[in-house]
């Protein structure tokens, strides 16, 4: 089981290294609903026999969410519009995954410095959780399309889970649903901001919004 | 030294230009054709090398030079390279820095033998033949470090010697295969195979390695064509390792590092077949992929033996 949780972790950050290196709107909506997929599945995994029906039921709800729910609302934003890939960001792809790659010794320093063990097998899980932020923080600041952005943020969201569940095994189900309700709305309301901006300038590039004068 | 080791070299000289015939008739096969005999490449070093050299009047020594540097050199690299669990003719700590140096110097002869020429072509090829390579050599090296530090060996043979199945279920095994993945796309990338360079293109704008070779004929051009078989088989021997640990004695060890580099060439064949090759562009970012596997790994590995 020990080795599964690492696989588990190790093809986490490897989704990240991905949104990373990848161009493509829709490619990059798939890669971060099977991390929110993985991510989903890992504490069934860690916690070994001890698995409660409540478990179950948040990987569930969480899983059917990142995999079905958040890419349908992202994919519909980009239909129509011609989002297939964003061919000048502001830091190329290739600099991306470089800069990915600087990031990981930093964020398993820091995971370390925290101290935080994690559950059994899954030392691991902290620096990958650090490193899910970092990655997610990273697309939002060097992309300019709107639909990439919340992929960006969505990243984020499942760093911010992984963290949680390398503090806490059995997070209160409340707060997992609390998390899960904002990142719905927020996608929601992005959904919408992106086809804004789409019908007002005919593309998704978020960049063209600094024409707007007040 | 042990005679198992010396015949693995033997056979690897002798059946190097076979992997590409193998790999050519996988490539017919799935186009439908009947393709050309297996043993063609053996045909056409024969024919180049019954050719006599014509050398333009611009060349100087460096030119006549580069073929020879190129055998050479992965000649080097071959006596080192580990086959399965056995041990290389020549096995010492710190080989694996000579294995990369040995492919980089015969690189470098056929980069400055392409340059020598003066040809635009030739000199576009050199290009992107060094910035692919200096590219893909951190992901070697930094693959290898690895591997180092997981086996607590400093040689390639001891390296892969320490690669066993149950290798995999330790903490810190998974990086073992992200080695693996990485050594994939460099093998591809150092041999001029599909995603990164069409083997078959006849555009002079499209080529890599072969526009380096325009300009050779006759023997050096053989001797070109058989130091690339010659970087196959080295650069596939670490690949291969992978899928045959065998240990349980050398000459096991000899029949399951033939399979695998059989194997491997069937895999280029196929591969070849169903990919397109990526936009020049792209291939850093291929290339920045196989860099960051490798890096992730070293990480891995040394996580988990308690290091910083």
New interface residues.
């Given amino acids: 089981m020990e080795t599964f949780a690492e696989v588990l972790i190790i093809l986490v950050v490897l989704t990240n290294l991905k949104l990373l290196g990848s161009s493509r709107a829709t490619a990059c909506i798939r890669t971060v609903a099977a991390q929110g997929v993985l991510l989903a599945a890992l504490p069934l995994v860690t916690s070994g026999d001890a698995i409660t029906l409540r478990m179950i039921a948040q990987a569930l709800v969480s899983g059917t969410l990142k995999a079905f729910v958040l890419p349908f609302l992202l994919l519909r934003a980009t239909r129509g519009a011609r989002a297939g890939r964003e061919l000048a960001p502001f830091v190329g792809y290739t600099t991306s995954i470089l800069l990915g790659v600087a990031l990981m010794p930093l964020a398993l320093a820091l995971g370390r410095k925290l101290g935080v063990t994690g559950p059994a097998g899954a030392d691991l899980l902290a620096p990958a959780a650090l490193f899910t932020l970092l990655v997610g923080l990273l697309i939002i600041v060097c992309r300019k399309q709107a639909v990439t952005l919340v992929v960006g943020y969505l990243a984020m969201e499942n760093g911010i889970y992984a963290m949680g569940l390398a503090f806490a095994q059995r997070e209160p189900l409340l707060v997992e649903m609390g998390i899960l309700l904002d990142v719905f709305a927020a996608v929601f309301v992005m959904g919408l901001v992106a086809r804004h901006i789409h019908r007002e300038f005919d593309t998704l590039d978020t960049d063209r919004l600094s024409s707007l004068k007040g | 030294m042990s005679a198992a080791a010396i015949l693995h070299l033997l056979i690897a000289f002798a059946l190097a230009p076979l992997m590409t015939g193998v790999a050519n008739r996988v490539k017919a096969g799935f186009a439908g054709r009947t393709g050309a005999p297996v043993l063609q490449p053996y045909y056409d070093l024969a024919r180049l090398l019954r050719k006599g050299a014509v050398y333009s009047t611009t060349t100087t020594w460096v030119f006549r030079l580069g073929p020879c540097l190129g055998v050479a050199g992965a000649a080097a690299a071959l006596v080192v390279a580990p086959w399965g669990g056995g041990r290389a003719t020549l096995a010492f700590d710190g080989d694996l820095l000579f294995f990369a140096a040995a492919l980089a110097l015969a690189r470098f002869g056929t980069i400055l033998a392409a340059l020598d020429t003066g040809s635009a072509f030739e000199g576009m090829g050199a290009s992107r033949e060094a910035t692919f390579a200096a590219l893909a050599e951190p992901s070697l090296l930094v693959g290898l470090l690895a591997l180092a530090r997981a086996s607590g060996e400093l040689s390639l043979s001891g390296i892969y010697h320490a690669l066993t199945p149950g290798h ?2 330790a ?4 990086a073992v295969l ?1 080695v693996a993945a990485a050594f994939g796309i460099v093998f591809l990338a150092e041999n001029a195979r599909l995603p990164v360079d069409d083997p078959n293109t006849h555009l002079e704008l499209t080529m890599i390695h072969e526009a380096m070779a325009l300009d050779h004929g006759g023997p050096d051009l053989a001797l070109i064509h058989y130091g690339a078989a010659l970087k196959f088989w080295a650069l596939g021997t670490l690949v291969a390792g992978f899928v045959a640990p065998v240990h349980d004695g050398a000459w096991t060890a000899l029949a399951a590092i033939l399979g695998g580099m059989f194997l491997l060439s069937v895999a280029v064949g196929v591969a070849e077949s169903v990919m397109a090759r990526l936009r020049l562009a792209k291939v ?2 291929f290339l ?2 196989a ?2 596997l490798s ?2 790994a070293l ?2 590995s040394a ?1 988990a033996k308690g290091g910083s």
């Fill in positions: 995999l279920a903490p810190g095994g998974v992200l850093p970012n920045a992929a860099f960051a890096v992730l990480l891995l996580h």
